[in-house]
């Protein structure tokens, strides 16, 4: 596997994940990042690079590439991964074993910088929980403990209208527990689709609907869960909830530029009042976060049709094929204007305003078994590489 280029320039980042009112003038310092993928390379005892991955060397190895130039991974010993959560320099993911990954899933966190992994403790029977393999789990640095992360999970993790406890293990306690919400809002029937952590809050995600929020650092009569539904229209609530893979194709929920930005595809809209009238093309839209005066609301920055994309000379340069839409993969943290597409193997950034292709490359998540179900929203995403791997300002060099 090849380190990560040492080209990289590490600037100061912007205090994570502040959300600034709409007037206000907002600085914002872009630092590098990658499109990990979160299904792990997973090294077999013969391997040639196993040795590396042993006891007094290191647990994890990192194939770190600009987005510009490949693909990232992280690379494990032989048991089965997926990524779920990144945060800072800490890396959540979860270890599957046969049975037991199925009805008790094995958690494991991540140290980045020192490329080792720490086991969580399974979750004690006496807590009456259970945690099941949905994105519905996620990893916030503790502002009360430097250097110490919470992971937390919303209880029920099913399909429900109304959420009760919030399951969480400490880093400072090595313990997990559970915490009733003071107050939790009536959603809609809920599907996991990722769990974000931004501006010192979680972000539960289903982008058929909205958001659900938290700060699970709060005092327990303070533990409020609040609902954020999505743009006006844009919301699908009828009918049975659609598979994750297939709404991660065509809808995501990440932060960029110090924002939480909702992006759709759109295609088979009717034009008219009736189910025979014709159809909208297909278009892409892009919608940003605000809030002021405590509430939230969206909104919409730009929509661009795939025939002004597919036209443009840039597409067909890339060797792309006219008329086929494409499924969603990410967005640049540092640039909302640039959006990444899966079209098959290939991954491609375009100008959402210019509506042009701005590179392309080749790019498998799942790189051992070339599964394209996997290439979706749902299994990349862009992590903001950590000051920690970083030194004198440049990229480590030696990164296996």
Excluded at 255 to 269: A, D, F, H
Excluded at 342 to 366: E, I, M, N, P, S
Aim: overall charge neutral; hydrophobic content about 45%; charged content about 15%.
């Amino acid at each position: 596997m090849s380190a990560m280029s040492s080209s990289f320039i590490a600037r100061e980042s912007s205090r994570a994940g502040e959300q600034p009112q709409r007037d206000e003038v907002v600085v914002f310092h872009p630092r590098p990042w990658v499109a990990l993928s979160f299904i792990p390379v997973v090294l077999g005892a013969n391997d040639k690079r196993a040795w590396m991955l042993a006891p007094g060397a290191c647990d994890i190895l990192l194939d770190l590439q600009p987005p510009q130039v490949g693909a990232s991974y992280l690379v494990l010993p032989e048991r089965p991964f997926m990524v779920m959560s990144a945060c800072s320099d800490r890396l959540l993911f979860m270890g599957v074993t046969g049975a037991e990954g199925v009805s008790n899933p094995v958690f494991f966190l991540g140290d980045a910088r020192a490329r080792t992994v720490v086991r969580l403790p399974a979750v004690p029977a006496h807590l009456g929980v259970r945690v099941i393999r949905r994105h519905s789990i996620g990893l916030i640095a503790d502002p009360r403990h430097g250097g110490h992360y919470m992971v937390a999970q919303l209880q029920p993790p099913t399909l429900t209208t109304l959420h009760k406890t919030l399951l969480c293990y400490s880093t400072v306690t090595d313990q997990w527990t559970t915490r009733p919400l003071a107050s939790a809002e009536e959603h809609y029937r809920w599907g996991a689709h990722g769990v974000l952590a931004h501006g010192g809050l979680l972000w539960w995600i289903d982008v058929s609907c909205g958001m659900l929020i938290c700060d699970p650092f709060a005092a327990d009569d303070n533990l409020h869960l609040r609902f954020i539904p999505l743009p006006v229209g844009c919301m699908v609530i009828r009918g049975p909830v659609r598979r994750p893979e297939f709404m991660a194709k065509q809808r995501f929920i990440r932060p960029s530029q110090g924002k939480l930005r909702y992006v759709e595809i759109r295609t088979g809209v009717p034009i008219g009042p009736n189910s025979q009238s014709l159809e909208a093309p297909p278009e892409v839209r892009m919608f940003t976060l605000v809030s002021q005066e405590g509430q939230h609301y969206w909104v919409h920055e730009y929509t661009a049709t795939f025939a002004d994309i597919w036209s443009h000379h840039s597409y067909a340069d890339a060797g792309l094929p006219w008329g086929v839409v494409p499924s969603l993969a990410l967005i640049d943290p540092n640039n909302p204007n640039t959006l990444y597409f899966f079209q098959g193997t290939t991954l491609f950034a375009v100008d959402g305003k210019a509506r042009k292709v701005l590179f392309h490359l080749q790019y498998l998540v799942d790189s051992a078994n070339a599964d394209l179900n996997f290439q979706n929203s749902g299994f990349v995403s862009a992590w903001e590489l950590p000051q920690a791997l970083f030194v004198n300002r440049h990229a480590r060099a030696g990164l296996p």
